[in-house]
C-alpha cells in the first residue's frame, strides 16, 4: 500500500425501496492485506443517507483492498420493514480495490430483496 495524496474514500446509501436516503445505517470499513481484514472504523449514516466525513482522506487514505459491510437488515428491521427469518439480506458486504489517489466513492441501493453498487464520483 502506498499513501494516496488527495485521496479519499466516500459513500451513500439509498433505500430503493421507500425512495429516501437510509439514515442511521451502520457501515464498518475493513483494510484487507492478504487473509488479514483490520477494522478501520465503524459509522452510522446521517439524514441524508452519508457520513458525515470521509471514511478515508489524507494520512489515512492508503491504496489496498477495502471492505465496507453495510447492516442492511438491522437498519430495516429499525423501519419496522417485515423480513423473513433468516433476512435475505442482512450484512451486505463489499469488496474492493483502490489503486489510484482520487476520490473513491461506493454508493449502495438497498432494499428487503435487492442491492447495487458502482463506482461513483
Known amino acids: 500500500m502506498t499513501k494516496a495524496e488527495g485521496g479519499r474514500l466516500t459513500t451513500h446509501v439509498l433505500d430503493t425501496a421507500t425512495g429516501k436516503p437510509a439514515e442511521g445505517l451502520a457501515i464498518s470499513l475493513f ?10 472504523k465503524q459509522v452510522a449514516t446521517n439524514s441524508d443517507g452519508r ?8 494520512d489515512e487514505f492508503l491504496t489496498g483492498e477495502y471492505e465496507l459491510v453495510f447492516a ?3 437498519y430495516l ?4 420493514t ?10 451486505v458486504p463489499i ?9 473513491f466513492h461506493v454508493p449502495l441501493l438497498i432494499s428487503p430483496f435487492g442491492y447495487s453498487t458502482y463506482r461513483g464520483s
Open 31 to 40: 483494510r484487507i492485506e492478504g487473509d488479514v481484514r483490520t477494522l478501520l
Open 51 to 58: 457520513c458525515d466525513a470521509p471514511l478515508l482522506a489524507g
Open 72 to 74: 442492511a437488515g438491522d
Open 77 to 80: 428491521r429499525g423501519l419496522g
Open 82 to 91: 417485515d423480513l423473513p427469518k433468516p433476512a435475505f439480506l442482512d450484512i
Open 95 to 103: 469488496r474492493f480495490g483502490m489503486a489510484e489517489r482520487t476520490h
